[in-house]
């Protein structure tokens, strides 16, 4: 039987794509394409992380406050390999933290705005 193997893309509209870019890679470090697009490659995560390191598909509640406080309605989760080091970043350009860092047995998560109002979830995976 045919079946997804994965996420492919994520794709959105911003009100100025090339200031969203921007702050994407300024902020975040996201290395771009001549096409404008950021490419993850899985076996970056795989070999970070073993198995820990994978996509989450979910579909939450139409009345959840977990994407608060974007009034977006959806939420992006980044992989990151170092939570520290990325908030230190976010810190020294000037970012508020929208919550975190938290931990769980399944990883460690802290949250920020991008420019456009959504909320973006910083995920480093547990080692497998």
Do not use: C
């Not at 996509?55 to 939420?75: C, I, K, N």
């Not at 390999?81 to 998560?109: Q, S």
């Amino acid at each position: 039987m045919a079946k997804v193997m994965g996420v492919g893309g994520v794709f959105f509209k911003s009100a100025d794509p090339a200031a969203a870019r921007a702050w994407y890679r300024e902020m975040l470090g996201f290395e771009f394409t001549p096409h404008d697009s950021a490419e993850f490659m899985h076996a970056g995560s795989a070999a970070a992380f073993g198995a820990g390191g994978r996509t989450v598909w979910s579909a939450f509640r139409a009345d959840t406050d977990y994407f608060g406080p974007s009034q977006a309605p959806f939420m992006v989760n980044l992989m990151v390999d170092d939570l520290d080091g990325m908030m230190e970043r976010l810190r020294g350009k000037g970012v508020a933290l929208a919550g975190g860092p938290e931990d769980y047995e399944y990883g460690r998560f802290a949250w920020v705005i991008d420019p456009d109002g959504v909320k973006i979830e910083l995920w480093q995976p547990p080692k497998a």
